[in-house]
């Protein structure tokens, strides 16, 4: 069985940082590009980044840019996303996401997702 | 990148059609896919590439794309299709990837 499993979000400060995990498990994880997302409480979806099977290729949503970073370890079948300097409107349940070929691309489509885990932005 | 714009709610009667639109600003419009969000719950996948039907997904949902808007339509609705129904697709270079605001569908 396919399954993403996040992990990492919690309750930060303005200004600070917070490291997300995705731990999948079921499908060939280096095969496959992969996504966050992002739904702030009450609002709609919201994308956030996308990197390559083998990592070489990201791509991140304007708002994030310079503040995100996503990252990958296939030995281990992880997803990362490092978020610095973190803003009240950053709070949010953040899902990992299972594209559908290795390579990023227009066409890419996400047939799994996570339960996502919930980020705090407060003082 | 461009925006997507959705109806932000949709009301049917049990077993009548439900149809839900998605228009671009831009042209031309890549593919859409759509995904269905259960209250509390993470996103599921009903519709790839503008009209597929992932596998495990129901024959009464399907799309269509006239090209500049996309719809999702659920025939014969049924009181668990009440949900979240999100449109994405993605600039012609897949840099960026963009969602429509939702569509609240209520099952009456």
């Known amino acids: 069985e396919v399954q993403l499993v996040e992990s990492g979000g919690g309750l930060v400060q303005p200004g600070g940082s917070l490291r997300l995990s995705c731990a999948a498990s079921?499908?060939?994880?280096?095969?496959?590009?992969m996504s966050w997302f992002r739904q702030a409480p009450g609002k709609g979806l919201e994308w956030v980044s996308i990197?390559?099977?083998?990592?070489?290729?990201?791509y991140y949503a304007d708002a994030v840019k310079g503040r995100f970073t996503i990252s990958r370890d296939n030995s281990k079948n992880i997803l990362y996303l490092q978020m610095n300097s973190l803003r009240a409107d950053d709070t949010a349940v953040y899902y990992c996401?299972?594209?559908?070929?290795?390579?990023?691309?227009?066409?890419?489509?996400?047939?799994?997702w996570g339960q996502g885990t919930l980020v705090t932005v407060s003082s | 990148s461009y925006e997507l714009t959705q109806p932000p709610s949709v009301s049917v009667s049990p077993g009548q059609t439900a149809r839900i639109t998605c228009s671009a600003d831009?042209?031309?419009?890549?593919?859409a896919y759509w995904y269905q969000q259960k209250s509390g719950q993470a996103p599921v996948l009903v519709v790839y590439?503008?009209?597929e039907r992932p596998s495990g997904i129901p024959e009464r949902f399907s799309g269509s794309n006239s090209g500049t808007t996309v719809t999702l339509t659920i025939s014969g609705v049924q009181a668990e299709d009440e949900a979240d129904y999100y449109c994405?697709?993605?600039?012609?270079?897949?840099?960026?990837?963009?969602f429509g605001g939702g569509t609240k569908l209520t099952v009456l």
């Open positions: 996401a299972k594209g559908d070929v290795v390579v990023v691309v227009a066409a890419n489509w996400f047939d799994t």
């Open positions: 079921g499908f060939t994880f280096r095969s496959f590009a």
């Open positions: 994405q697709s993605a600039d012609s270079s897949g840099t960026y990837r963009v």
């Open positions: 590439k503008d009209s």
């Open positions: 990197i390559s099977g083998s990592g070489g290729t990201t």
């Open positions: 831009a042209l031309p419009m890549q593919y």
